[in-house]
């Protein structure tokens, strides 16, 4: 399942990591469209959000995103996952 965005809109704190993390805009909208969504955050307020694994122009990314009730994608936070954290899948932490 991927998700279907009326408009992405960023968080500041998005913005900053992306800075940082050399991740651009193009990236993570791509990431969203055609990634898969690994992990459901139901609790999340004021919208659940979701964790997104995507493999875009050879980098793998996770995005962490929600969606508003008119179906614009919030992006919250976008960075590549730690090999020392994540499984060769990158779905799942390591214990």
């Known amino acids: 399942m991927s998700l279907k965005c009326k408009e992405f809109i960023y968080k500041k704190h ?39 694994l995507a493999v875009i122009f050879e980098k793998i990314l996770h995005i962490v995103v929600s969606q508003d009730s008119e179906g614009n994608c919030i992006i919250i936070s976008a960075y590549e996952p730690d090999r020392e954290i994540w499984n060769s899948d990158y779905k799942t932490k390591k214990s």
């Not at 992306?18 to 651009?24: F, V």
């Not at 990431?31 to 955050?41: K, L």
């Open 14 to 52: 998005a913005l900053e990591r992306m800075l940082n993390r050399n991740i651009n805009f193009e990236e993570v909208e791509k990431a969203i469209i055609t990634g898969e969504i690994i992990r459901e955050y139901p609790e999340d307020k004021p919208f659940s959000s979701y964790l997104i």
